[in-house]
């Protein structure tokens, strides 16, 4: 294994995180990550973000707002 570097740890940080990568290249990443700490806290926002986004996917919207909305849907085709 050889160090990727921060160019190419930072670059390649998204793809790491979604588990897009070769075992090679996750390898390398993890590697420097290891021993740099702006890349690994790149990584830790990134980690964070992507679960955030995850979580906000998963919320339903209350009902009242729903209705709300399918309702101004249904009008809106109405008038077309």
Do not use: W, Y
């Not at 979580?55 to 085709?77: F, T, V």
Request: proline letters at 1%; glycine letters at 4%; aromatic letters at 2%.
């Amino acid at each position: 294994m050889s160090d990727c570097g921060c160019d190419k740890a930072k670059a390649e940080l998204e793809e790491f995180l979604h588990n897009e990568l070769s075992e090679q290249q996750c390898n390398d990443i993890r590697e420097h990550m290891a021993n740099c700490d702006d890349c690994s806290a790149e990584h830790l926002v990134g980690i964070t973000l992507t679960e955030k986004v995850k979580q906000s996917c998963q919320e339903k919207a209350p009902d009242e707002l729903r209705a709300m909305i399918e309702g101004a849907i249904l009008r809106a085709d109405a008038n077309v």
